[in-house]
């Protein structure tokens, strides 16, 4: 039997760790905020993915692969194209929040 010679990276290595922290935790936010404006449970947004999995994504833990943030953004009566520009919007309101925090502590 032959080991797969694709790396599979675990810890800081991972993609999702080299994608920017607050964009992470913006786009669970965002996904939070919809869900809950439709009343939907973790695990009725992402059947059959796991409450878990859902929650590490809401905390910002967790990136969703394409398919699986396609099959809860359709749950939420959004397109791709909408959420990511609320994502966006989002995290530029939190770099700016953060921005505010920092230039205070230097003052």
Do not use: C
């Amino acid at each position: 039997m032959h080991e797969s010679s694709i790396a599979k990276p675990s810890g800081p290595e991972r993609l999702s760790a080299s994608l920017d922290r607050t964009w992470r935790e913006s786009l669970g936010r965002e996904l939070r905020r919809r869900r809950l404006a439709r009343r939907l449970t973790q695990a009725e947004l992402g059947h059959p993915l796991t409450k878990a999995f859902v929650s590490s994504v809401e905390r910002g833990r967790t990136v969703p692969s394409l398919p699986a943030l396609r099959l809860m953004v359709s749950r939420l009566d959004t397109t791709l194209a909408g959420f990511f520009a609320a994502v966006e919007r989002e995290a530029v309101r939190s770099n700016a929040r953060l921005g505010r925090a920092s230039l205070d502590r230097r003052v």
